[in-house]
């Protein structure tokens, strides 16, 4: 079945620091992918996504390359900010499946220390 | 903001006992789906409706039920609750069906004591 595998957190980084969280997925149709955000007690947001390979999704200095050789959708940031500091999920939704559910990963704890 | 709202944004009640969540989807949106965000379990897909029809199922109890209204609104029923039941559930809407981007509520955070 489908799946997507994200790096376990917690994450902590300096500000200014480069980040990388990796996300893997498995799929048996042709998966969207996307990287959604939630900040402290707040819901889940649309940070980015990518419908097709080489596909590259990207918001808020955050970016994403959809890599269908390698099933990967690594989020990264060149200079993260305090600001940053959320959980963050990587998901797809498969249009070969009757339903549109996305399906989550586990989710990155990400800390960023001023 | 999205552009979801639920209500209420918090909940807590006895085992036993029968709750409902409320969401209304953004403006023009038909399809909604609801998902249980748990410590153990991570986020999982519970259940869609589209234009107030059943669309699809995921890991949603048999103690669970949904709804849509003709407004689009839709209800989460949960009853005989159990404290495992104790999560964040989430509302998210798309303007419809296939991929489409799904914009998520604020939540209701449910505990069950």
């Known amino acids: 079945g489908n799946s997507v595998t994200q790096m376990e957190g917690p994450v902590t980084l300096s500000e200014e620091a480069f980040l990388t969280i990796n996300c893997t997925y498995t799929?048996?149709?042709?998966?969207?992918l996307f990287w959604y955000v939630q900040y402290p007690g707040e819901g889940l947001q649309l940070l980015l996504k990518?419908?097709?390979?080489?596909d590259k999704g990207s918001n808020k200095g955050f970016e994403a390359t959809y890599r269908k050789e390698t099933t990967s959708f690594h989020l990264e940031k060149g200079s993260v900010q305090v600001s940053d500091s959320a959980v963050y999920f990587c998901?797809?939704?498969?249009?070969?499946?009757?339903?549109?559910?996305?399906?989550f990963g586990k989710g990155t704890r990400l800390h960023i220390l001023p | 903001d999205s552009g979801v709202t639920q209500t209420p944004k918090h909940l807590i009640t006895a085992t036993g006992q029968r709750v409902t969540l409320r969401c209304s989807p953004r403006?023009?949106?038909?399809?909604v789906y609801w998902y249980q965000q748990s410590l153990d379990q991570g986020l999982q897909f519970l259940i869609q409706?589209?234009?107030?029809?059943?669309?699809a199922k995921g890991n949603i109890l048999e103690r669970f039920s949904a709804q849509q209204f003709p407004d689009l609104h839709s209800e989460l029923n949960l009853s005989s609750l159990e404290l495992g039941d104790s999560a964040l559930y989430f509302c998210?809407?798309?303007?419809?069906?296939?991929?489409?981007?799904?914009?998520f509520g604020p939540g209701t955070r449910l505990l069950v004591l």
């Open positions: 998210a809407s798309s303007v419809g069906t296939g991929v489409k981007t799904q914009y």
């Open positions: 799929a048996t149709g042709y998966p969207s």
């Open positions: 990518a419908t097709k390979a080489d």
């Open positions: 998901a797809l939704s498969d249009r070969g499946n009757r339903d549109d559910k996305i399906i």
């Open positions: 403006s023009g949106d038909l399809s």
């Open positions: 409706y589209y234009n107030g029809e059943e669309r």
